[in-house]
């Protein structure tokens, strides 16, 4: 993909982002924020907060930006990469399909288009460098082993794929948990029982992951934050700011928990556990 469709396709895929996310916003109410009442108290202290409404935004910023980075793993999986890099997402009705059935493919997500004279990649995409934990590292390395033999032994039919790859969205390889040596085999340490895969299977992180995603091109990544930042601005032309709807839900979360504000600004944390509690 050259530069003006990476640009164009993502900036699309913004666009559309954006107006879910202002659907999104314009639906929440406060009961989906979840509060713990023992920690209040203390983020209030540590952040040295002056009254509730303060520590009313703090929570509600760190509530919606878990949204924003659910949300914007989903827009790579299910939009940008389809869409954009033409890879095939497998979502459920294309698991309904062989090969694809087999669960031997369960930790894949998408695959690659066979190219020329280059035959089809595998991808199981993550986001970051925390993004898996040594069970799944261990699971990872079983189940790419069986693809690997499937693939070997000819029961795929005639699909086939010349390589497993890793993909981590951001971040430099030399970031990284040793979880992602161990997936492709590499034991640090301890003997963890996992089969080399090294010659097949690849990480590819941050700037090398959206090269090996688009035939090797250095300059992608830089292609794409261009287009979010276009079809951010595109957005807000059509759509207009989200702040008065952010406003908005700051003002009737806060709202619920006056009762527990004292004339003099200070807090009842008792009152506010015996409303959340019982």
């Known amino acids: 993909m050259n530069k003006a469709a990476v640009v164009e396709g ?13 659907k999104k916003l314009a639906e929440l109410r406060h009961e989906t924020l979840s509060v713990n009442p023992f920690l209040l108290p203390l983020i209030f202290g540590i952040h040295q907060f002056k009254d509730f409404d303060e520590l009313a935004e703090f929570l509600v910023a760190a509530h919606l930006s878990t949204g924003y980075a659910t949300g914007f793993g989903k827009l790579m999986d299910e939009k940008i990469l389809p869409k954009v890099f033409g890879v095939t997402k497998l979502d459920k009705a294309t698991r309904r399909a062989a090969p694809f059935s087999m669960s031997a493919f369960d930790e894949i997500d998408h695959i690659i288009p066979s190219t020329g004279n280059h035959a089809a990649k595998l991808l199981s995409l993550k986001a970051g460098r925390w993004t898996i934990q040594l069970t799944m590292a261990v699971q990872l390395n079983k189940a790419f082993a069986e693809l690997l033999e499937l693939r070997n032994s000819d029961r795929l039919g005639t699909f086939t794929f010349e390589e497993i790859g890793v993909g981590v969205v951001y971040g430099t390889k030399d970031t990284l948990t040793d979880k992602y040596d161990i997936l492709r085999g590499i034991n640090r340490g301890a003997n963890h029982g996992v089969t080399d895969l090294t010659d097949d299977v690849h990480v590819y992180v941050g700037r090398e992951f959206w090269a090996w995603l688009n035939g090797g091109e250095q300059l992608t990544q830089e292609w ?10 595109i957005a807000e032309k059509s759509l207009g700011s989200l702040e008065n709807l952010l406003v908005d839900f700051r003002k009737e979360f806060s709202q619920q928990f006056h009762f527990a504000v004292r004339p003099d600004s200070t807090i009842d944390w008792e009152a506010i556990i015996k409303k959340i509690n019982g």
């Open 10 to 22: 993502v900036s699309r895929q913004i666009v559309w982002w954006m107006g879910e996310r202002q």
């Open 224 to 233: 794409v934050i261009e287009g979010i930042i276009q079809g951010f601005q």
